[in-house]
């Protein structure tokens, strides 16, 4: 699986972007998609996850009820709106792929399989 992200740029806090991510490749039906981030010197970590039919989303307490993450018609695309956003939310985003499902609402970087190359999002105070 192929993934490609876009949408970073810079935003002021108490901003809105939003991130997307297309994916290809084979069965993309059959994988979970979801976003990682990694901040300048810190480890990356996870954000959120969809499943197959876009009808269950999971969020890292740091951003639950500030972003939104979907994935139109169960297809190959997933979006990240991220609201309201801090300067703790400035790192590179990366969004990722799992083959079949996640059996944890908290997954880390080893429950993905595929990654995207990243795309930054940079928040001023």
């Known amino acids: 699986v192929q993934l490609q992200a876009s949408g970073g740029g810079l935003v002021r806090a108490g901003g809105s972007l939003k991130l997307s991510c297309t994916a290809s490749?084979?069965?993309?039906?059959?994988?979970?998609l979801g976003w990682f981030r990694q901040a300048s010197g810190k480890e990356r970590e996870y954000v959120a996850h969809?499943?197959?039919?876009?009808?269950?989303?999971y969020y890292a307490d740091s951003v639950e009820g500030r972003f939104t993450i979907s994935r139109p018609h169960a297809g190959n695309t997933v979006a990240l709106q991220m609201n309201f956003l801090k300067p703790e939310d400035t790192a590179v985003y990366y969004c990722?792929?799992?083959?079949?499902?996640?059996?944890?609402?908290?997954?880390?970087?080893?429950?993905?399989?595929?990654w995207g190359q990243g795309t930054l999002v940079t928040v001023s105070s």
């Open positions: 990722a792929a799992a083959f079949g499902a996640i059996a944890t609402s908290r997954p880390t970087r080893s429950d993905f399989d595929s």
């Open positions: 969809i499943n197959w039919t876009g009808g269950f989303a």
């Open positions: 490749g084979r069965n993309i039906g059959a994988h979970e």
